[in-house]
């Protein structure tokens, strides 16, 4: 039979084993696990090493698996590009994006959203579905043509696989008018005539004061050089870009295109009238004249490179 004493240093025995066997649970050992955890950048699946029932360790790798997720394994610079101001019916330089994997990926989809996003286009060497070594990079570059004047704003967008938070680059630039001639009416020198390349024709009865627009189709139409017939300021001329000539019978109020048979190239770069009142055209396919106000025209090329 066992005495007090002997039972008494058995049980000391037993509870010095368990406090050695058993470590002791720090309070917010599931805290520190979660930072561990989130400082490695890995998750582990043998999470018994704290003494916290199997749920709270579910969810804290639920947690840390849902943040990973979030994070991009890839990067776009810059995140901002504005083109400044470009003048209609032009193109600005080109801006060029450049997407760094940190790790091998994907590219998912390439988007351009906004509400001018029509007016920004693409290339370059990234493209959707292309694969990306870890540390490599491929570009994207951007261009901007202004489809009318003021501020235009779009956002590209890059997925990746696996999938990420999508890689955004906000985009802008202000479309501007460039008047490309000026033209003084003889007769009446305080009536002014501005050919703005993209908008079209505008004419001013106070020396320039105001200006309304002429009727004029299309409206936008690229306006390079304005003439006036001499002895005659009710009958002016107008070189348009991609439309050949036009003419106004009426002092420049209303407009209307030209019969232009036989001006091979409606790109009139240049126009100019000599004092008999005939035409000269300079297109990009050479030089054209007319002695008929526009109806025809004959080549004028000899002896030009």
């Known amino acids: 039979m066992k005495t007090p004493a002997r039972s008494i240093r058995f049980l000391l025995l037993v509870l010095l084993f368990v406090a050695f066997a058993v470590p002791l649970v720090q309070a917010d050992c599931a805290g520190d696990l979660r930072n561990c955890q989130r400082e490695l950048g890995i998750t582990y699946d043998d999470l018994h090493i704290c003494n916290v029932d199997k749920g709270t360790l579910e969810t804290a790798n639920a947690e840390l698996s849902a943040k990973l997720a979030g994070i991009s394994n890839t990067t776009m610079t810059p ?111 305080s009536t002014l005539f501005a050919g703005v390349d993209g908008k079209g024709i505008y004419r001013s009865t106070t020396s320039g004061g105001s200006w309304a627009a002429a009727t004029l189709v299309p409206a936008n139409a690229r306006i390079k050089a304005l003439v006036i017939k001499p002895g005659d300021s009710t009958r002016l001329f107008a070189a348009t870009y991609g439309g050949g000539v036009y003419k106004s019978m009426n002092n420049g109020v209303g407009w209307s295109a030209c019969t232009n048979t036989n001006l091979a190239n409606l790109n009139v770069l240049s126009l100019v009238t000599s004092p008999t009142g005939k035409l000269y055209a300079g297109t990009e396919s050479g030089v054209f004249a007319s002695t008929d106000s526009c109806t025809s025209w004959d080549v004028q090329n000899s002896g030009l490179p």
């Open 79 to 189: 995140d901002s590009i504005d083109f400044g101001p470009v003048t209609l019916g032009s193109t600005g330089w080109v801006q060029t994006l450049t997407i760094t994997a940190n790790q091998a990926m994907t590219l998912g989809t390439i988007t351009m959203s906004g509400p001018q996003g029509s007016e920004f286009n693409r290339g370059g060497t990234c493209a959707a579905g292309a694969v990306i070594a870890k540390n490599a990079r491929c570009t994207v570059a951007i261009t901007f043509t202004p489809a009318d004047t003021g501020s235009r704003n779009a956002v590209l967008t890059v997925t990746t696989v696996p999938a990420a938070a999508p890689l955004t680059t906000s985009l802008a630039g202000t479309g501007t008018t460039a008047v490309s001639s000026l033209l003084v009416d003889p007769v009446t020198p």
